[in-house]
């Protein structure tokens, strides 16, 4: 069974910077891309950004192409999400998801994680 964990949410001011991490069990992680997506009250899931199995192809949604860095450590089977200059419109419940490929429609990705809720204040 597949799991996925994220941690390192919490409530930022406008500016600050968070560091997400999503640490998976169950699957061969080296195997698989990662996505991580986010969840704002009222709105639908949208896509954040993705990476490779390899760690060495990356894309992200324009809303946060600059600011915000996926990365991989295949030896700890852990993703990461580095957030820098947060703005209030990044409030959301981020979640981790594991695929076949690094893509960003949700439904290419098949197992998820419980999510993280970032909160920037103004």
């Known amino acids: 069974q597949v799991q996925l964990v994220e941690s390192g949410g919490g409530l930022v001011q406008a500016g600050g910077s968070l560091r997400l991490s999503c640490v998976a069990s169950?699957?061969?992680?080296?195997?698989?891309?990662m996505g991580w997506f986010r969840q704002a009250p009222g709105k639908e899931r949208e896509f954040v950004g993705t990476?490779?199995?390899?760690?060495?192809?990356?894309y992200y949604a324009d809303s946060v192409k600059g600011r915000f860095t996926i990365s991989r450590d295949n030896a700890k089977v852990a993703v990461y999400l580095q957030m820098n200059s947060l703005k209030p419109e990044d409030t959301a419940v981020y979640y981790c998801?594991?695929?076949?490929?690094?893509?960003?429609?949700?439904?290419?990705?098949?197992?998820w994680g419980q999510g993280t809720q970032v909160t920037v204040s103004t």
């Open positions: 169950g699957r061969f992680f080296s195997n698989y891309a």
């Open positions: 990476i490779s199995w390899s760690g060495g192809s990356t």
């Open positions: 998801a594991t695929g076949p490929r690094s893509t960003w429609p949700r439904q290419d990705y098949d197992y």
